[in-house]
């Protein structure tokens, strides 16, 4: 891990000790540190050395992969191949880029490349296949396609206060009038955190409340700040359980008199996400003046699909309280006003002017999230250091720079934009001049990235104050460990 550092602090410095060989060397010992955002500036000084250098561009591919910037991916390994045609890492990271953003085509291609050029490849050989498979099974899907006004709703089956309780469950149970009480609340956290279940019934129970919750709601919420009293801003959580145990320690459980809002991004990653989620739920539904939850890139099914969600609730649970948890999904609200002041999203703003408040309350967010439009943007856009719109780094949505923000903000009467959607050493980052906040708390991100986490308090004059905290020991439970893509891995 020194010498990282010390390869890092070099590349800065302008001396002779800037090579390309060492920038690579650094650049490669901070990937392998899980620095991916400081590999990508080595990379990036070693290529301004040796520009068009395939083997560099395909290792800033690489570290882009890995920060979910899958524009800027599939943008760097295609001027490797234009660099070197017989470089097969180059096609490998553009095909897993293109299969990551479901560009399922595009990616058939490139490994189907890969393993005319090796065919002995077994790892590219179990990539096309599982491309192929995923591609069939998406034109399966489209054919027998049911039409959107007769989709029968997974919860329409669902009658949870029927299901049976196992006689040897030894947690607390609800009354016959299904209210979520703070005695089963915080009989559940210490379930979750000795790693036990809660009933599957209280499961079901606990989303179809919180359905009937948020099916209520417009796409945009308006929360307001009583006088005398503080409101927190939490961004991702990512399946970090105990670092939002550790939250609830250093700042107080949720009540109507300490409010919070979880700016999406709850699940995914991190291989507690059923109870992070299952947690924030039971609290929306005990005292819905408590939490508010808007949704994030990642409450979405190809999402969960990709990074373990859905695999984790099949496991711990069932198949069908997975399929609940998506539609459960499709309700949360896609952002909030805070006190008329400040607008709160997961992802960001717009690739055109005049967006109003009043036309994102009216969007059909029932739905999985289209590839593009304001639904899409407010949970994948980032801010930029450019003025003016530019294409994604991720690939999907757009890059909006201050001039943007500040825009938005005076066409809406607000002051201020906070998001979340991105890692920040210390947990947050102010931008666009004090316009807007990037707000993430999830500490260690995926045990690698050594970041803190941050919450933001606000009172009444909605004026911002930062605490960051530390990642706290789990049990032996590895970030991704119910993903089951080989993608994820390579």
């Known amino acids: 891990r020194d010498r990282g550092r010390s390869e890092f602090r070099k590349i800065g410095s302008g001396g002779m000790a800037d090579t390309p060989e ?6 490669n010992e901070l990937f392998k540190e899980g620095k991916f955002a400081k590999a990508v500036v080595a990379y990036s000084r070693a290529l301004e050395m040796t520009p068009g250098n395939a083997v ?13 910037n899958y524009g800027s991916a599939i943008e760097d390994a ?15 990271r553009r095909a897993s880029s293109h299969f990551l953003l479901g560009h399922l085509t595009e990616a058939l291609k490139d490994f189907k490349l890969v393993c005319r050029m090796h065919p002995n490849d077994r790892d590219g050989r179990m990539k096309l296949k599982e491309c192929e498979n995923a591609l069939r099974k998406r034109r ?29 469950y030894d947690g607390v149970r609800l009354e016959e009038d299904f209210i979520i009480t703070s005695e089963f609340t915080d009989d559940m956290i210490e379930r979750f955190k000795a790693q036990k279940t ?21 796409s945009v919420v308006d929360i307001p700040i009583p006088d005398g009293e503080k409101f927190t801003v939490c961004g991702d959580v990512h399946g970090q359980f105990f670092d939002l145990c550790n939250i609830f320690e250093i700042n107080g459980m949720p009540s109507a008199k300490n409010p919070y809002l979880f700016n999406g991004d709850f699940v995914d990653r991190g291989s507690f996400s059923v109870e992070v989620i299952l947690t924030l739920l039971a609290f929306k539904c005990a005292d819905p003046s408590s939490i508010y939850l808007t949704r994030g890139n990642h409450e979405t099914a190809a999402m969960n699909k990709m990074y373990g969600f859905d695999g984790e609730v099949k496991a711990k649970y069932s198949v069908k309280l997975a399929d609940l948890f998506q539609e459960v999904f499709q309700y949360l609200p896609l952002g909030a006003v805070l006190a008329k002041k400040v607008f709160i999203v997961h992802g960001g703003l717009f690739s055109r002017d005049g967006v109003t408040i009043a036309e994102l309350r ?48 005076a066409d809406n009467d607000l002051e201020l934009v906070v998001r979340s959607h991105e890692v920040k050493d210390e947990g947050y980052e102010v931008d666009h001049d004090g316009c807007l906040i990037t707000v993430f708390s999830a500490p260690n991100y995926c045990d690698q990235m050594g970041n803190k986490g941050a919450f933001i308090t606000f009172h009444a004059d909605c004026v911002p104050h930062f605490t960051s905290f530390d990642a706290v020991p789990h049990p032996p439970s590895r970030p991704m460990q119910y993903a089951n893509n080989s993608f994820m891995f390579q």
């Not at 060492?22 to 650049?27: C, E, H, I, P, S």
């Not at 560099?56 to 979910?68: C, D, G, M, T, Y």
């Not at 039409?147 to 040897?168: C, L, T, W, Y």
Request: aromatic residues 10%.
């Open 56 to 68: 560099l561009l395909s290792n800033r591919a690489f570290a882009h992969l890995k920060l979910e």
């Open 362 to 409: 009216k969007i059909n967010r029932f739905a999985e999230p289209p590839e593009s439009g304001p639904f899409c943007e407010m949970l994948w856009s980032d801010p930029g250091a450019l003025p003016g719109r530019h294409p994604s780094k991720r690939g999907v949505g757009v890059a909006f720079g201050a001039d943007v923000t500040k825009k938005f903000l």
């Open 198 to 218: 809660i009933a599957s019934k209280y499961a079901f129970e606990i989303l179809m409340q919180a359905k009937t919750i948020f099916e209520a709601l417009p």
């Open 78 to 92: 295609t001027f490797a191949v234009q660099a070197d045609a017989s470089y097969t890492k180059a096609y490998y």
């Open 140 to 168: 399966f899907e489209a054919a027998i396609a049911t039409p959107e006004d007769v989709v029968v709703k997974i919860s329409e089956s669902i009658n949870a206060r029927e299901m049976i309780i196992d006689s040897a």
């Open 22 to 27: 060492t920038l690579k060397a650094a650049a």
